[in-house]
C-alpha cells in the first residue's frame, strides 16, 4: 500500500509544481508560499480531525514534538526556496534540482538513523545525480 501512496505523492508534488508556477506570476514568492501553508495547515487539520487523531496529541513525547517542529522547519524553509526558485526560472530546471534533495536524503537516513547502503542504491543514487546535473546544467 505504500508504495500507492508514494505514487500518488509524486503525481500531487507534480501538480503542485505546474499550479505554484501558474500562481506565482506576479506574486512575491513569500506571500505566495504563506498561502500554500495555511491551506495545507487548513488540510492537514481538517484529515487530523476526520479521522479521529486529534485523541493521539496527549501521547507526543517532547522528543517527537522537537523532531516535528524542526521537520516542519525544514519544510518551510524548503517551501520558501522552491517557490523563490521557481519565480526565477521555469519548472523544468527548478523541480529536477529540488527532487534531488533524494541524495542527500539517503545520506542523512545512512549517517542519523544508520540505515544500510547497498552498492546497488548507491550506484542508483549516483546516476540520479548524474541525470539531475545533465538535464539542468
Known amino acids: 500500500m505504500w508504495i500507492v501512496f508514494a505514487v500518488l505523492s509524486a503525481v500531487f508534488a507534480a501538480l503542485t509544481s505546474i499550479l505554484a508556477k501558474i500562481g506565482l506570476d506576479g506574486v512575491n514568492s513569500t506571500l505566495a508560499t504563506a498561502i ?3 491551506v495545507v495547515l487548513i488540510l ?3 484529515m487530523v ?3 479521529g487523531a486529534q485523541r493521539g496529541i496527549q501521547a507526543i513525547g517532547a522528543r517527537n514534538f522537537v523532531f516535528l517542529v524542526l521537520s516542519g522547519l525544514a519544510t518551510g524553509f ?3 526556496c522552491y517557490y523563490r526558485a521557481l519565480q526565477l526560472d521555469g519548472v523544468s530546471r527548478v523541480a529536477p534540482i ?3 534533495s533524494i541524495v542527500p ?3 542523512f537516513a545512512v549517517l542519523f538513523l544508520g ?3 547497498s552498492l546497488k542504491v548507491a550506484i542508483g543514487y549516483a546516476l540520479i ?3 539531475t546535473l545533465i538535464a539542468v546544467l
Open 44 to 46: 492537514a487539520w481538517g
Open 105 to 107: 536524503t539517503l545520506i
Open 115 to 117: 540505515e544500510r547502503l
Open 98 to 100: 529540488d527532487k534531488l
Open 49 to 51: 480531525f476526520v479521522t
Open 36 to 38: 500554500r501553508t495555511v
Open 78 to 80: 524548503s517551501w520558501l
Open 129 to 131: 545525480a548524474a541525470g
